[in-house]
Protein backbone atom coordinates (compact mmCIF):
# COMPACT_ATOMS: atom_id res chain seq x y z
CA UNK A 1 0.00 0.00 0.00
CA UNK A 2 1.42 3.21 -0.91
CA UNK A 3 1.99 5.73 1.68
CA UNK A 4 -0.47 9.04 0.82
CA UNK A 5 2.42 11.31 2.89
CA UNK A 6 5.29 10.46 1.34
CA UNK A 7 4.68 7.78 -1.85
CA UNK A 8 6.83 5.38 -0.60
CA UNK A 9 5.16 1.94 -1.63
CA UNK A 10 6.95 0.16 0.90
CA UNK A 11 4.21 0.30 4.32
CA UNK A 12 3.82 -2.29 7.16
CA UNK A 13 0.28 -3.12 8.75
CA UNK A 14 0.90 -2.40 12.51
CA UNK A 15 -3.10 -3.98 13.70
CA UNK A 16 -5.91 -5.02 12.04
CA UNK A 17 -9.48 -5.34 12.91
CA UNK A 18 -12.88 -6.43 11.77
CA UNK A 19 -14.96 -3.12 12.03
CA UNK A 20 -18.41 -3.97 14.05
CA UNK A 21 -20.47 -5.27 11.29
CA UNK A 22 -17.66 -7.22 10.37
CA UNK A 23 -18.29 -6.72 6.31
CA UNK A 24 -14.71 -4.87 6.43
CA UNK A 25 -11.04 -5.03 7.78
CA UNK A 26 -9.52 -2.02 9.14
CA UNK A 27 -5.97 -1.50 9.06
CA UNK A 28 -3.47 0.74 10.98
CA UNK A 29 -0.57 1.12 8.38
CA UNK A 30 3.21 2.73 9.21
CA UNK A 31 5.81 3.72 6.43
CA UNK A 32 9.17 3.27 7.53
CA UNK A 33 10.50 5.96 5.55
CA UNK A 34 8.56 8.98 6.29
CA UNK A 35 6.84 7.79 9.91
CA UNK A 36 3.24 9.03 8.99
CA UNK A 37 0.73 6.75 9.83
CA UNK A 38 -2.64 5.82 8.41
CA UNK A 39 -5.75 4.10 8.43
CA UNK A 40 -7.12 1.69 5.40
CA UNK A 41 -10.04 -0.28 5.19
CA UNK A 42 -11.32 -3.65 3.06
CA UNK A 43 -13.92 -5.22 2.02
CA UNK A 44 -15.14 -7.91 -0.32
CA UNK A 45 -15.77 -7.41 -3.40
CA UNK A 46 -17.78 -10.10 -5.38
CA UNK A 47 -18.02 -8.55 -8.97
CA UNK A 48 -17.20 -5.77 -10.71
CA UNK A 49 -20.36 -3.54 -11.30
CA UNK A 50 -20.74 -1.18 -14.12
CA UNK A 51 -23.92 1.70 -14.09
CA UNK A 52 -25.54 1.94 -16.74
CA UNK A 53 -26.66 6.06 -16.78
CA UNK A 54 -29.63 7.34 -18.32
CA UNK A 55 -28.19 8.57 -21.21
CA UNK A 56 -26.83 5.25 -22.05
CA UNK A 57 -22.99 6.14 -20.61
CA UNK A 58 -21.24 3.53 -18.26
CA UNK A 59 -19.36 3.94 -15.41
CA UNK A 60 -18.01 1.70 -12.75
CA UNK A 61 -19.89 1.54 -9.77
CA UNK A 62 -18.13 3.56 -6.91
CA UNK A 63 -19.16 2.70 -3.61
CA UNK A 64 -18.15 5.73 -2.32
CA UNK A 65 -20.23 7.89 -4.18
CA UNK A 66 -23.38 5.92 -3.29
CA UNK A 67 -22.39 6.70 0.53
CA UNK A 68 -21.82 10.63 -0.17
CA UNK A 69 -25.49 10.65 -1.44
CA UNK A 70 -26.55 9.22 1.14
CA UNK A 71 -25.06 10.83 4.01
CA UNK A 72 -26.40 13.97 2.17
CA UNK A 73 -29.64 13.09 2.16
CA UNK A 74 -29.18 12.20 5.93
CA UNK A 75 -27.69 15.64 6.77
CA UNK A 76 -28.11 16.79 10.24
CA UNK A 77 -30.37 13.70 10.94
CA UNK A 78 -30.53 11.71 13.82
CA UNK A 79 -29.69 8.42 12.57
CA UNK A 80 -26.50 6.47 13.63
CA UNK A 81 -23.05 6.13 11.44
CA UNK A 82 -23.37 2.35 11.84
CA UNK A 83 -27.43 2.29 10.41
CA UNK A 84 -26.05 4.03 7.50
CA UNK A 85 -23.42 1.59 6.71
CA UNK A 86 -25.54 -1.51 7.29
CA UNK A 87 -28.02 0.04 4.98
CA UNK A 88 -25.27 0.91 1.99
CA UNK A 89 -22.98 -2.46 2.86
CA UNK A 90 -26.56 -4.45 2.06
CA UNK A 91 -27.45 -2.58 -0.74
CA UNK A 92 -24.28 -3.26 -2.46
CA UNK A 93 -24.16 -6.47 -1.43
CA UNK A 94 -27.82 -6.95 -3.36
CA UNK A 95 -26.45 -5.35 -5.97
CA UNK A 96 -23.36 -7.66 -6.20
CA UNK A 97 -25.72 -10.75 -5.61
CA UNK A 98 -28.06 -9.97 -8.23
CA UNK A 99 -26.07 -11.87 -11.05
CA UNK A 100 -25.44 -9.01 -13.04
CA UNK A 101 -22.54 -7.27 -13.71
CA UNK A 102 -24.51 -4.15 -15.54
CA UNK A 103 -26.57 -2.20 -13.02
CA UNK A 104 -29.13 0.87 -14.18
CA UNK A 105 -28.95 3.94 -12.31
CA UNK A 106 -32.52 3.64 -11.74
CA UNK A 107 -32.39 0.07 -10.09
CA UNK A 108 -29.77 1.95 -7.86
CA UNK A 109 -31.83 4.66 -7.11
CA UNK A 110 -34.93 2.69 -6.21
CA UNK A 111 -32.96 0.77 -3.60
CA UNK A 112 -31.61 4.12 -2.04
CA UNK A 113 -35.30 5.40 -1.83
CA UNK A 114 -36.38 2.07 -0.10
CA UNK A 115 -33.68 2.29 2.40
CA UNK A 116 -33.93 5.44 2.88
CA UNK A 117 -37.23 5.07 4.04
CA UNK A 118 -36.68 2.71 6.30
CA UNK A 119 -34.15 5.06 7.73
CA UNK A 120 -35.59 8.04 8.02
CA UNK A 121 -38.56 9.84 6.38
CA UNK A 122 -36.68 13.59 5.78
CA UNK A 123 -34.39 11.80 3.87
CA UNK A 124 -36.20 10.11 1.93
CA UNK A 125 -38.07 12.84 0.99
CA UNK A 126 -34.90 15.10 0.28
CA UNK A 127 -33.37 12.27 -1.85
CA UNK A 128 -36.81 11.98 -3.55
CA UNK A 129 -36.65 14.94 -4.89
CA UNK A 130 -33.49 14.72 -6.39
CA UNK A 131 -34.14 11.33 -7.43
CA UNK A 132 -37.30 12.66 -8.87
CA UNK A 133 -36.59 15.59 -10.22
CA UNK A 134 -39.12 17.52 -8.55
CA UNK A 135 -40.41 20.83 -9.81
CA UNK A 136 -42.92 22.55 -7.92
CA UNK A 137 -44.67 21.85 -4.35
CA UNK A 138 -47.19 19.67 -5.49
CA UNK A 139 -44.31 16.38 -6.17
CA UNK A 140 -43.79 17.02 -2.44
CA UNK A 141 -47.43 16.74 -1.59
CA UNK A 142 -47.71 14.02 -3.65
CA UNK A 143 -44.74 12.11 -1.91
CA UNK A 144 -45.65 13.62 1.49
CA UNK A 145 -49.34 11.70 0.38
CA UNK A 146 -47.75 8.44 -0.20
CA UNK A 147 -45.77 8.26 3.19
CA UNK A 148 -48.74 9.47 5.28
CA UNK A 149 -50.90 6.73 3.24
CA UNK A 150 -48.03 3.47 3.91
CA UNK A 151 -47.96 5.12 7.92
CA UNK A 152 -52.25 4.58 8.07
CA UNK A 153 -52.10 1.07 6.58
CA UNK A 154 -49.16 0.30 8.98
CA UNK A 155 -51.43 0.86 12.01
CA UNK A 156 -53.51 -1.52 13.11
Avoid: W
Amino acid sequence: MRCPFCGNEDTQVKDSRPTEDNTTIRRRRYCAACGGRFTTFERVQLRELTVVKKSGRRVPFDREKLMRSVQVALRKRPVEPERVERMVSGLVRQLESSGENDVDAETIGKLVMEGLRVLDDVAYVRFASVYKNFREAKDFEELLGELSGDEETAEP
